[in-house]
């Protein structure tokens, strides 16, 4: 059994965040990372990010991800274990994870949740042929592992994640021959969809998938024009000569860590699905359970290091360090956040408006 | 209200006018363009700005508001717009050419970089085909955050159409192969202000890989010797260091210093 004052599941942007601002309160923190290396999705985003200077706006994904490793090793009470994946929460409190292909147990003191997302897959005839990604996917292979992932790509997806994987395709050589979306509006930032149109890549909206065929692997995509319920229209069909379909149509939260720890679950469509119910700090309804980054909901990277910080800073004071000025820090970032999320015409903050808990919580000054 | 653009990406003609600053200040020299129509919540080009002509935020999602008579066309912007939403636009280059062109400033982070004096194709909002462009500057410097900006020639007519360049594939002349560099990246570096072979090296770790600096270096050396108007002797060298050729760590961890060593 390894003891921790805080166990951090995950080291992407919400796990690293909050690794730092505990280890700086002065806990002992494991940060157990299921992946090679720290960083998350970070390490696949070669583009400049959003947000304002306390976000790192500006920065490429990548730099931003270096620049929080770094500030996490100069803490000696932080411990790193990667290839490490969280495996059950147990109802006494007790974490189970797989180490270096060891089975070990934790019992933390509190636990930071910041497991990420995963993509949603899509139905449709044709969607186990090869050649049909996820659009992360595609990006883990191009960003990560220098692959060029495809030649002649249909992206089916018009959300930022969509837009922004198009783009990077373009970078890499590939022909993106058209961006699709369901929604009669592009989803994503327009200066996204204006960086691939002005390259001459066509934004089709209330367009989407009827099908991908092909000998073995996808050799041809149809798309045709829904209607304003989301049905295909018949005759509308339009025929694409593509070796990839790229599926880019949301993020599910990486949940069952906190189904299994016996937090109390809401469906939340805004916030990508099943989303703990929490407080304003965070705290879900298991007390000693935090949350941050997607699989509180999920939002753009810059809201995740967000909700990291916030998240870190609760579960330092539930462990009850003395952390200078903690209200003042939470509060800033609770600015931060209302800041980040209120330009999405209020989807974002009406859903987490639903999943929070019932107690008087700070975020209400500033919704 | 931007029904083209939130369903294309395009936007309209009326919505590119309004991103125009007026034909007066045009005419006095280099100013931003910013192309910024939704409110997303994102300040760097406000915060980048050192004169403070695109005017502080409120609200992070604010839309950029710029004071024409404070920006002097920079480009600083242009590199910390994470939507590339901003050019530059000199309506008073001065065209030796005795054609009546302007130059546009464009963020271009795709490769290959063209090369000064290469003729690009010029696009439109939507991509299509408008003019061949005359490439006048392409510039890369360790601080413009990884964004190449590409001037081309235009002419003045076509200012408020252009705003993309595709840089037709030519063969690349490859400056360091171990690291995969080729004139046209080495040449953006040099015209950004790094001007020594250290310098370059420590950016683009050019003649670091396995061959050292055996092929990249004298072909370096060349291209700063002849934009820089000095010759190869006058240049700083490269620092060579041990070692020569890449070992394995175990042959250094088999080393020992007790006997001769020699087979």
Redesign the interface.
Known sequence: MIHTDLLICGAGPAGLCAAIEAGAAGADVLVLERGHAPGGQLVKQT???????KQY????GFDISDILVAQMSEMPNIRLICDATVLAAYDDGVFAAEIAGKYEKIRPRATVVATGASEKPLLFPGNDLPGVYGAGAVQTLMNQYGIRPAGRVVMLGAGNIGLIVSYQL??AGVDVLVVCDGA???GG???????????????M?SHSVKRAEGEGKVEKVTLWELDKNWQGIAGTEKIFAADTLCVAVGLSPLSELLWQAGCEMLYVPALGGYVPYRDAQLSTSIPGIFVAGDVAGVEEA?SAMVTGRLAGLAAAGFLGLDIIALEAKKEDCLAQLH?????HGGKILDGIQQALLDTNNKGDEHA | MHNSLEKTGIPTTAEVDAAFPPAERLAKGPVAVIECFQRIPCNPCATSCPRGAILPFADINDIPEINYEACNGCTLCLTKCPGLAIMVVDMTWKDKSGLDRAVIKLPYEFRPLPVVGDDVVALDRAGNFVAMARVVSVLLNHSMNKVPIVSIAVDKQLVPIVRSIRVDVRQRAVVCRCNDLDEAEISAYITGGTTSIEELKRITRLGMGPCQGRNCVPIALGMLSRALGLPIDELEPATYRPSVKSIALGDLAKYDDRGDGLP
């Open positions: 583009h400049m990010f959003f947000g304002s200077e706006a500006s920065y490429r373009l970078q009669p509006k592009i930032y327009l200066v996204h969809a204006s960086k691939l149109a002005r390259m001459g890549v066509p934004i909206t810059s800041s980040l999320r209120h330009g």
